[in-house]
Structures are given as C-alpha cells and as structure tokens.
C-alpha cells in the first residue's frame, strides 16, 4: 500500500534491502539489554509485509512506516482525531512572519539520539541542507523546491526563509514525512555521495546496518522474512509527556512484528494469542468469525483513501485520454462494493475522498453510478468510436439492454491495440483487490480490450511503479491519505513525473500544473480550496487514475492484552496508539 506512498505518507512502496549475507540483522547498541521491572510486556503485531530496508528517505510503503516511525520523529505531526499540528521535535507551534516569508522553530531540549549525542538545531540545518543540495524529487518538490535556507539562530531555534509564500510549507515541511536525521552518523554518507554521478540513487540505495533514532523505541532485530524486534527507549524523551489528552509511554518494553504473508495465518493467530493486533484492514468475511471470540474487539472506521488503478499515460493506448475515459466507463463500481467489498465501503469517484469534507468536491460527474451495463457499454463505446477506434467484432448493445461483446479493438491509426498487462496485488496479500483485478480483466476483455490481470507481489508492483518503470496497468491504494490535499501536486505534476518521482503514471498537463502551483502558493483558505476543486475536476476529466472504491478500515485487537487505543475516523492503527496503549495485567 502505498502511503503514499509512493504521497509517500502516501502512503503508495516496499524497498528492497539486502542484509549482507545474513538472513538476521542485529543492533549492538544495548537495546536489548534494557533493564526490566518485573515481567516483560510485548506487544505482538501481525503485519502482512516487511520493510526492505532501515533508509528512512527511501520508505515507501505503510510496512516500512510501521517500523522506522518508531525510531526517527518530525518537528510536528498531525493530532489524534482533529489532525491538528502539534509539536514533537519542537516545543511550540511555528511562529510564521508573512512580511519576511520565514518561520522560527523552537526545539524540545534534553533529547538525545539513541548513541547519547544531543539532538540540536545542526540536525534540522543537516537534514535540510541535504535535501536542498541532493533533492530526493518525491521530497524536494513537495517539501523542499520553495525554501530559500534554513539557519540555526542557536542550539534549539531553527529558522527557515522561504523564496515565496507557500501554503503547503506546513503540511509539507514541517509535518510527517520530513523525518530529521542525525548529523553526526548521515554527514560522511552524504558528502561521500553529494558528488556522484547519481546522488539521488545512491542516497536511496544507501542501507544503514542499524537506525540510529530519537523515537520511542530502538531497533534490535530483523530476521527477514519472520520478524523485526524492538526495544522501549528508556531514554525517550516524551515519556510522561502529555498531548492531547495523551499521556505519552510507551508502557511496553517490546514490540515484536510478526510477518503473516495472508490474512488467514494472522487471524489464527490472533484467536490463539500468538499476536495482540493486526496491522493491516481486514476483509468483511473475517467479521463473524472475529465477532465471535471473546478475547477480541473488532473496529470499524471510514477510509481517507482508495483503492486505484493507475495507467502509464507514457505508453500507447493509455497515452490516449480517450481510451482511458473509455476504460473508466466500463468499470462497475456498484458491483465490486456490493459483491467484493460486501458493502463495507463505498465508490471512490474522487482522488480526495468525501470523509475530508472541507477538501471534497461533491461536485466532480460520477461515472456509471446506477447505470446498467448496456448504459456504461453505450458511453464508452461511443467515446471511443468518436475517438476514431474500430473493432474486428464491435461490441452490439441491443434494445432490451442485451450486449454481445466485441473483439479486436484497434487504434484510429487502424494498429490493433497490444495487449497490455494489468498488474494485481495477489490474493494471499490483498483478496479484494486481486478480485477486483480479476472482475475489470472480464469487463475489459467483454469489449474487445486486449488485457490479462497479472497478480504480482506488491514489492514487484512498486518497484515497478515510477515514472520510469515498466508497467501498463497497476491497482494499488492510499490507507491514509493526509488531511491537506497537497498531495494532488505530489502525484500529478510534470515535475515529479520522473526517476523516483510521485507521479507514477507519467500524466503531464500543463495547466493542471499551473494550478498546482497557484493553490500550491495560495495563503488564503478559501481561495485556496476553490483551485484544489478544480484540480479535481481536471483529474476526473483526464484519468490517470481511476478511483475505485475505499473499504471500510477494519481492525482486530486482543481486548485481554492491551487497552487504550486511539481510535482516529482511519483506524486504531497509528502512532498515538503505539505511546498510550497500556496492558491490561500491570506488572
């Protein structure tokens, strides 16, 4: 799943690391001799992948998150259910001068990195100035392109002058995924890398044996493929600390993540106790079974995501709108939310989901919603026919809604279109998912497209998924996508349609990009939201995705181990939890 992702927070990628000849990496800081008081508390997750790698810049996917979120930490980050800015690294909110365009950032004092050397100012400066000077594209863009230099006035205060007003400096900048590293460990690995010839990949290949954080847990143990254990930093310094009506802990003195590569293997062992909490939603059809246990609590919340399919618009025949519009047509979104998702979900007709109502724009045209088959065959029949397509054996829709399905479609230059792949995530990681594949393969294949759904594992899927990558055709999804839509230049503008860009499916407009940068360097809040509904607008127009559904987040956790989760409207499964969650036996 991309947290992006790959938008990153996007949620939407899965790196892959190797561990130098040893299937078990170890961490020789002493994390695994912390001192105990009475009886160990672990708490056992259940996660369907692992992370490929401990780089904090090249995570990608919501299992890389899980688990390097724990060590390193960011100036600010959304709040527990009102997702308002709070300060982690930093001790105030930011203090903005719109006549000087700058922000003055005041740090937490007595934080130490996991190796006892004080956190600072240097360490902002440090991270800061890297991405300036290396520009990572699916940071530097979204984050990075429109600050002029950040300065540390002294040890805790950090200013940052920016070239122009810029409305996503704080949702970008300052919040999740801007992780502030160590100076004194990522100084010689960045200026031995700086004057490469590609510094930006040899930044994100760079693989540190061990992380070396600030976070609330320290890494002690990966043995691939099986698990990843951690360790409670006894010198965290936001243990007691309370936010929100959060007394931070963590009151636990390990978390080990147990790798379940499908949904059936962690549920036994949910019900048998060997896990207290899956990390991932689970489908409708474990509902019964889960309901019924005893020990275990069931939670069900709305998504602010969806599950897409995205075309490469750099290939032939997706390069063509038409064909796309012709695709999205063709679709049954009812279908799938009735008979895939069982009606735990809703369509997803919109890239900003209609739970961030603010953002939303209600107004974006609904394809196919209610329409019959014999409706949906007609409209995308005639888009392409107007288009200048032909077929060997078009497809007939009859008077009494009957259709007969089509054969050979060809492009208006009179080439057959190739046949192109669909890659799925595979049943065992994603059922819904791969059967939706399965169903849009059949509706396609009806009309006379020539595709075959490939399921493919889904490091495979976003190792492919970039703007260079080979693909035709993927189905991935956003969990959580953040509360400001910023994320609609991150995945749509040309300038991150390149190596390691967000935009993934290559879709270039310019004056999607134009608008972009006007809401991008919009202050005013209403002004502001009038441009981010037109972008929308144009989104749903071109269709370098198609939206197709947001399942309802459905969680499961073992009420006899652990209590006090954070239920946000997206789920138990976030940070917040992690810090406050307490047994339910004290030691």
């Known amino acids: 799943m991309k947290t992006n992702g790959k938008v990153r927070r996007y949620l939407f990628a899965v790196m892959c690391a190797s561990v130098l000849g040893s299937m078990v990496v170890m961490c020789q800081c002493g994390g695994s001799?912390?001192?105990?008081?009475?009886?160990?508390?672990?708490?056992?997750?259940?996660?369907?992948?692992?992370?490929?790698t401990l780089n904090i810049l090249n995570y990608q996917s919501v299992w890389s998150g899980y688990v390097l979120g724990r060590f390193y930490r960011t100036l600010y980050d959304e709040g527990p259910v009102d997702f308002e800015m709070v300060p982690i690294l930093a001790e105030s909110l930011p203090e903005y001068d719109a006549a000087t365009t700058s922000c003055i950032v005041r740090l937490?004092?007595?934080?130490?990195?996991?190796?006892?050397?004080p956190f600072t100012a240097a360490d902002v400066v440090f991270t800061a100035n890297m991405h300036l000077q290396i520009k990572i594209p699916s940071l530097y863009y979204a984050a990075w392109e429109f600050i002029d230099r950040v300065e540390a006035l002294d040890d805790y205060t950090v200013k940052f002058v920016l070239k122009t007003p810029r409305a996503t400096f704080f949702s970008n900048t300052l919040?999740?995924?801007?992780?502030?590293?160590?100076?004194?460990?990522?100084?010689?690995?960045?200026?031995d890398?700086?004057?490469t010839a590609d510094p930006v990949g040899n930044l994100m290949e760079y693989q540190p044996n061990v992380p070396v954080g600030l976070g609330p847990f320290r890494f002690v143990e990966w043995r691939r493929g099986s698990y990843i254990k951690v360790v409670s930093n006894p010198n965290f310094y936001g243990r007691g600390l309370k936010l929100k009506g959060l007394e931070f802990g963590p009151f636990m003195d390990e978390i080990l993540y147990k790798i379940y590569r499908n949904t059936d293997t962690a549920i036994l062992a949910l019900k048998k106790g060997d896990i207290d909490y899956i990390w991932w939603p689970i489908q409708p059809g474990y509902?019964?079974?889960?309901?019924?246990?005893?020990?275990?609590?069931v939670t069900t919340n709305p998504a602010n995501g969806w599950k897409f399919l995205a075309f490469h618009c750099n290939r032939e025949p997706f390069s063509d709108v038409n064909f796309r519009r012709a695709c999205h047509w063709l679709i049954d979104k009812d279908f799938l939310v009735e008979r895939v998702l069982q009606r735990h979900g809703q369509?997803?007709?919109?890239?900003?989901?209609?739970?961030?109502?603010?953002?939303?724009?209600?107004?974006?045209?609904?394809?196919?919603?209610?329409?019959t088959k014999a409706e949906r065959w007609r409209e995308a029949k005639e888009i392409l026919t107007n288009a200048g397509y032909s077929w060997v054996v078009p497809p007939e829709i009859r008077e009494d809604g009957a259709v007969t399905p089509g054969k050979g479609l060809r492009m208006s230059n009179g080439e057959p279109v190739r046949t192109f792949s669909l890659l799925t995530p595979t049943a065992d990681y994603d059922p819904l998912r791969a059967i939706s594949g399965t169903y849009i393969q059949q509706w396609w294949k009806e009309f006379g497209i020539p595709v075959n759904a490939v399921p493919t594992s889904v490091n495979d899927i976003l190792r492919?998924?970039?703007?260079?990558g080979d693909f035709d055709v993927y189905i991935l999804g956003w969990i959580r996508l953040p509360i400001d839509p910023e994320y609609l230049s991150t995945l749509f503008t040309s300038r991150q349609a390149v190596?390691?860009?967000n935009n993934t499916s290559c879709y270039r407009n310019p004056a999607y990009d134009a608008l972009a940068a006007q809401a991008d360097a919009e202050m005013d809040r209403e002004a502001r939201r009038r441009i981010i509904f037109r972008m929308q607008e144009i989104i749903a127009a071109d269709v370098p995705y198609i939206t197709l559904y947001a399942e309802d987040v459905i969680e499961a956790y073992r009420k006899d181990r652990f209590t006090g989760w954070v239920n946000e409207p997206m789920g138990i499964g976030n940070p917040w939890s992690i810090l406050t969650i307490k047994p339910v036996q004290p030691r």
């Open 108 to 117: 937490r004092r007595g934080i130490t990195w996991d190796d006892g050397v």
């Open 287 to 297: 509902l019964d079974e889960l309901k019924g246990h005893p020990d275990i609590a």
């Open 347 to 371: 369509r997803a007709d919109n890239v900003v989901p209609p739970v961030n109502k603010f953002w939303h724009n209600p107004d974006v045209p609904v394809i196919g919603k209610g329409m």
């Open 464 to 468: 492919r998924a970039d703007p260079t």
């Open 193 to 195: 890398i700086k004057f």
């Open 499 to 501: 190596k390691d860009g």
């Open 175 to 191: 919040l999740p995924d801007n992780f502030i590293l160590p100076r004194h460990r990522w100084r010689s690995v960045v200026e």
């Open 33 to 52: 001799q912390l001192p105990l008081l009475g009886r160990k508390v672990v708490l056992k997750v259940g996660m369907q992948e692992e992370p490929s």
